[in-house]
């Protein structure tokens, strides 16, 4: 998707990416600032999320476990690759992760193929510690539109697309999805940490979802998300008035309301 790790958060016709301009003000004046001065880090990925691919690309790109190495390798155990992001997987240092629609089911899967590599003996004491740090350092995840449940919107959208040059991805957002399912019942068991005895979730989620209808890029005045499919498995949910859902998490609707 070329530069959609900036243009996801920023105002049309603008050049005001939100995560950089709001979180500095905030973090210096805003009323529930911190106590004492502290450094913060937004790292951000992109990755394929067009509904259609080019044949000469192929959809192999699209894969969801190859893009999930791919992320291991980038933001964990290869920090050089990306400048400052060290940080990820030092001990003690809160990790927030924020996606939009499909990135909070990318972010599901990363999470539990993170969990998944810890136990192989054949990896290296510095590699397991890496990933033990980063799970370890999770505090909360924010899933902006995020289908878990799927998005029959999206599932039609995606069935006009021919299989050839369709994104694998999408039938990760199906309703009733084998796939969607698994990966929910993966990631709320591990979340809730009953496997190893915790009396308390492992971090916490956050769902936040527009509260108008959609009127472009293919969708005809619909909501892409229902509310019912963004709220499975979120401790707390905001919506957004005003804006759809490829407004809202650009701060061009209101504030978000909790619900």
């Known amino acids: 998707m070329g530069h959609a790790f900036w243009s996801t958060w920023t105002k049309r016709n603008t050049l005001e990416c939100w995560p950089v301009t709001m979180l500095p003000e905030f973090l210096q004046t805003g009323a529930n600032r911190p106590a004492r001065p502290f450094r913060i880090r937004v790292l951000a ?10 044949p000469d690309i192929g959809t192999a790109g699209t894969d969801k476990y ?22 990820v997987e030092d001990k ?3 990790v927030f992760l924020v ?10 899967n990363l999470v539990m193929q993170v969990e998944s ?4 003996k054949n990896a290296e004491d510095a590699e397991r ?12 995840v924010f899933f902006y539109a995020t289908p878990h449940n799927g998005s ?3 599932e039609d959208l995606a069935q006009q697309i021919p299989e050839e040059s369709r994104n694998q991805m999408l039938t990760l957002m199906s309703v009733l999805g084998t796939d969607m399912a698994r990966i929910n019942s993966e990631f709320s068991t591990y979340r809730s940490g009953i496997g190893d005895n915790l009396n308390h979730p492992r971090f916490k989620t956050y769902g936040i979802v527009p509260t108008s209808k959609t009127n472009q890029r293919g969708f005809d005045r619909t909501m892409v998300v229902p509310e019912a499919s963004a709220r499975h498995d979120m401790d707390i949910y905001f919506s957004v008035r005003d804006a759809d ?8 609707g209101g504030l978000p309301v909790p619900r």
């Open 45 to 54: 990925v992109s990755y394929e999320g067009r509904t259609s691919v080019h």
């Open 66 to 87: 190859l893009l999930a190495e791919s992320l291991i390798h980038e933001l964990i155990l290869s920090p050089g690759l990306i400048r400052g992001s060290k940080a």
């Open 92 to 94: 003690d240092v809160p």
């Open 99 to 108: 996606g939009h629609d499909l990135g909070g089911i990318i972010i599901k």
């Open 117 to 120: 590599k810890i136990p192989n």
């Open 129 to 140: 510690e890496k990933l033990q740090n980063f799970l370890s350092n999770l505090k909360a």
């Open 152 to 154: 029959q919107a999206i």
């Open 245 to 252: 859902h490829f407004q809202f998490h650009s701060r061009e």
